[in-house]
T-cell receptor, first 113, second 116 residues
Framework: DAGVTQSPTHLIKTRGQHVTLRCSPI?????VSWYQQVLGQGPQFIFQ???????GRGNFPDRFSARQFPNYSSELNVNALLLGDSALYLC????????????FGNGTRLTVT | GDSVTQMEGPVTLSEEAFLTINCTYT??????LFWYVQYPGEGLQLLLK?????DKGSNKGFEATYRKETTSFHLEKGSVQVSDSAVYFC???????????????FGQGTTLQVKP
């Protein structure tokens, strides 16, 4: 079975630009979560979507938004990019909303110059 | 708020040495606890988990016991291999009882280097 897939794998953007990151969960998983991992730190929670509704949001500015589609895939959008947005963005899926182990993709490495 | 603290790395060991990576947590509810491992260039993989006090999670020779009295979830392995070299993350999930989303809160990660 395919795991969580993310695209693109690497991305370079300029300050002020917009970026869209994509995630396809494991088949049958209805929950998708997004995490930001800055180099040398643990992942920080951005969003969780379950059954196409936002179920949780971390401490990130409104420049960050996301959505989940009927097929449970998801997009993370970041507007007005800042240098500090440079990070590895991880998507994770799970069957349920609570306490289900998360299955992570390999991430999208975003570099903002 | 809830938090996870891990011992700072890097931890450098010789092959077949005993491994301990300390993890302590702060939580208001009854969290589930996890260890994830991240190999270079990859995402995180679940290594083991424990959902209630005194539970022991185990996988691939790694073990961790949920200690509520000391709020700890230390990772141990009796004999490490070169292939165990990676970054290890301790994490907690707040669970449904507190009305939250079930998000994971991670520690800062501990790098393990195993030398032949």
């Amino acid at each position: 079975d395919a795991g969580v897939t993310q695209s693109p794998t690497h991305l370079i953007k300029t300050r002020g630009q917009h970026v869209t990151l994509r995630c396809s969960p494991i088949s049958g998983h209805k929950s998708v979560s997004w995490y930001q991992q800055v180099l040398g730190q643990g992942p920080q929670f951005i969003f969780q979507y379950y059954e196409k509704e936002e179920r949780g949001r971390g401490n990130f500015p409104d420049r960050f938004s996301a959505r989940q589609f009927p097929n449970y895939s998801s997009e993370l959008n970041v507007n007005a990019l800042l240098l500090g947005d440079s990070a590895l963005y991880l998507c994770a899926s799970s069957p349920g909303q609570y306490n289900s182990p998360l299955h992570f993709g390999n991430g999208t490495r975003l570099t903002v110059t | 708020g809830d938090s996870v603290t891990q011992m700072e790395g890097p931890v450098t060991l010789s092959e077949e040495a005993f491994l301990t990576i300390n993890c302590t947590y702060t939580a208001t509810g009854y969290p589930s606890l996890f260890w994830y491992v991240q190999y270079p260039g990859e995402g995180l993989q679940l290594l083991l988990k424990a959902t209630k006090a005194d539970d022991k999670g185990s996988n691939k020779g790694f073990e961790a016991t949920y200690r509520k009295e000391t709020t700890s979830f230390h990772l141990e392995k009796g004999s490490v291999q070169v292939s165990d070299s990676a970054v290890y993350f301790c994490a907690l999930s707040e669970g449904p009882g507190s009305g939250n989303t079930g998000k994971l809160i991670f520690g800062q990660g501990t790098t393990l280097q195993v030398k032949p």
